[in-house]
């Protein structure tokens, strides 16, 4: 999916930049945005220092197993393939608790933790789990409570209630939460995501290989 | 895109805001904003006080967590410039006007203005630009405009899905996805149909 999304846009916008004069435009754009992702991926070291050191000290005191506890029935079918005991279930509530409180700078870091745990549980490592896609539906379709942002840009503009789309907020992005984990829950079945799933394959021993890299 | 390092600025914008009488603030926001507020630093005083107590070496630990960040950061790098660059790229053609052609008849069916359908369209792609467009959409309609509340509710009904799905599986590697583009897009899709059906009801 991502290799025909990825293509498409690149072709289109040349495409249709050649045809609109746009061309230097959508160059500049490629160099520019380049730049950016390193920019923003650097950006993260320090915060993603400051987390990763922090969850370390929560998981060595075994509270991150306290909370995988908590949201055992939950996480039991959100994410059966894994351990009900294991830290990556604590480390994923800890990041959707993060997204909910609009805590953008720490919901990132432990998300990146938490993709780590599930990694550690992966036989493929460069092929996602259904627990992975799972895990991603909650944070690319995340349950909005105050989205800060948009409310900061409403109260620059004069608005009379900024706050007013905060409750057509949660109801959007709560239905499209449920949405992208039902979606991900029913896609996990399609043959062809069956085949690729890491869960369900033998144990060859190339995957010791590939564990080993 | 840059959702996670403006939240902070944000956050300060919120409090000004939350201090001033004009501003009809409700219960819920000022629960939530006290979660928020208080959430990092709770974090960082009972993870510490929990560990010392449990024995932990907080301070040696600490290091050995946070060796790994930079090497995260690092590792994001490529995933990072392959989706932005495609997205910075599609931003700059102005394919976006003519894919809002394309879908326009569609929109009109469902009750959807046409003018708010660049930003259903960017949401995904990119969090600063769909920014812009609902920025720039209060603008020219007003804040309190019904183009205005239903574009201010679907930028907060979504995440930034090709943001978030190049950073979290690049930072371990995973470069086949399989279902999980979908799975977003679809979330995406069913936010952005919910606005339009909620802002219907709630604001007419």
């Known amino acids: 999916m991502l290799n025909y999304i990825w293509l498409g846009l690149m072709v289109i916008s040349i495409v249709v930049g050649a045809l609109t004069g746009n061309l230097a435009a959508v160059t500049d754009a490629a160099v520019a945005y380049a730049a950016m ?95 992975m896609v ?15 942002t948009v409310i900061a840009v409403r109260v620059e503009l004069g608005s009379a209630n900024p706050f007013e789309i905060i ?47 | 895109m840059l959702d996670s390092l403006t939240s902070t600025a944000a956050v300060d914008t919120l409090a000004q805001v939350v201090q001033n009488p004009a501003v009809q603030e ?14 990092v630093p709770f974090l960082l005083l009972t993870i510490p006080i929990l560990g010392f107590i449990k024995k932990v070496k907080v301070y040696e630990t600490f290091i050995e967590g946070a060796k790994e960040g930079f ?23 102005g394919a976006m006007g003519y894919l809002v052609k394309i879908l326009s008849p569609l929109t009109n069916l469902i009750g959807m203005p046409a003018e708010t359908l660049p930003v259903a369209l960017m949401r995904p792609l990119s969090g600063s630009g769909s920014l812009g467009i609902v920025t720039e959409l209060m603008k020219v309609h007003g804040p ?28 371990v590697g995973v470069r086949k996805t399989r279902h999980a583009i979908s799975s977003g897009l679809l979330g995406d899709l069913v936010g952005m149909l919910m606005a339009v059906f909620i802002c219907r009801v709630v604001f007419g």
């Not at chain 1, 991150?64 to 005991?85: C, E, N, T």
């Not at chain 1, 799972?134 to 800060?148: E, G, K, Q």
């Not at chain 1, 949405?179 to 890491?198: D, E, G, M, Y």
């Not at chain 2, 309190?144 to 979290?168: H, K, N, P, Q, W």
């Open chain 1, 167 to 213: 409750s057509t907020g949660i109801v959007a992005s709560t239905c499209a939460c449920i949405t992208a984990v039902i979606a991900a829950k029913l896609l996990q079945r399609l043959p062809k995501n069956r085949r690729s799933n890491p869960d369900l394959l033998p144990d060859a021993p190339q995957d010791q290989e590939v564990e080993n890299a």
């Open chain 1, 134 to 148: 799972v895990f991603l539906a909650l944070n690319t379709a995340s349950i909005t409570f105050i989205p800060m």
């Open chain 2, 26 to 39: 409700s219960l819920f926001v000022m629960i939530m904003k006290g979660f928020s507020n208080y959430a």
């Open chain 1, 37 to 131: 992702a390193v920019e923003i991926a650097l950006g993260l070291i320090g915060i993603m220092a400051l987390w990763l050191g922090i969850m370390k000290i929560a998981e060595e005191g075994g509270i991150i197993r306290i909370l995988s506890r908590l949201i055992r029935p939950i996480a039991k079918w959100l994410f059966p393939d894994i351990p009900p005991d294991h830290p990556a279930i604590g480390t994923m509530l800890m990041n959707i608790i993060a997204n909910w409180l609009g805590l953008g700078n720490a919901s990132t870091p432990l998300g990146l933790k938490a993709m780590k745990e599930l990694q550690s549980l992966n036989k493929v490592k460069d092929t996602a789990t259904n627990s």
């Open chain 2, 71 to 93: 090497e995260v950061a690092v590792k994001i790098i490529p995933y990072l410039v392959a989706i932005l660059v495609a997205i910075g790229m599609f931003r700059a053609s």
């Open chain 2, 144 to 171: 309190d405009s019904f183009i205005g509340r239903l574009a201010s509710t679907m930028f907060g009904s979504t995440e930034t899905t090709f943001y978030v799905i190049a950073v979290y599986f690049g930072s």
